[in-house]
């Protein structure tokens, strides 16, 4: 496959995803990208840490890897690669433009590969995964960041394979992440095995689990729920 045919997939499988006839769509997925949205689930998630954490300086650590990886997925994207490579994003490309819907109000700056959006949430998503070892919640979060690559390719701010090379990086720089974690964190505390029931193989309470996918639940459910277009 030549470099054209790959462009031309792209646009293709852009055009697929993109847009709607929906102003509750519209709504809901300017919402969805929105990192404004998702504070609640980021303090779920500290709160799992605080919780789940008997010192500050395994607090310390945990937190501090989190940002690691926040740093390797949007310093790769915008600080090295998108500067790079200098790929304009569809809504400001004038072969695409014409053919993407867009929504109004929804602003993305900069270039299109690769997508730092894809990146930081799959990041996230599989750094916390791997620290808790928990079957629903690696489904849920994973999710999660499926969800947010998909709205960017509905917003016309990315194509697909800016939000794939994203997702990849994101797998890359978490994995990274918590290699350093592990490693640090066997200095810092003794082994122990945790057994019980109500706690997953790395020491993480199921109930304070279940916090976090409650957040992220309801988090979802308000905003299609308070979408002022979901009775239009």
Known sequence: MDWQAFLEIDR????????????????????????????PLYLALFYLFVKNNETMAQIGLAVGCTLLCLA???????????????????VDDPSVAGSVDTVYGV???????????????????????????????????VLWALLNGYTRLYLGVHYP???????LWGMVAATLSYFIYQKVYKRITPA???ISSQYTSTGYSLKDVDVVLSVLVYTIAIVILGSPFIFH
């Open 161 to 167: 394979s800016d939000v794939l090379a994203g997702f």
């Open 107 to 141: 602003f993305a700056t900069g270039y299109s590969f690769f997508s730092a959006h894809a990146a930081n949430t799959m990041g996230i998503a599989v750094f916390f995964a791997l620290l808790v070892r928990n079957r629903v919640f690696t489904w849920f979060m």
């Open 72 to 90: 390797l997925t949007e310093g790769m994207a915008d600080g090295l690669i998108k500067p790079l490579v200098a790929r304009l994003r569809p």
């Open 12 to 39: 293709a499988v852009l055009e697929f995803f993109n847009g709607s006839n929906s102003l509750f769509l519209d709504h809901l997925m300017s919402l969805l990208t929105s990192g404004f949205t998702w504070i």
């Open 192 to 194: 122990l095995n945790y």
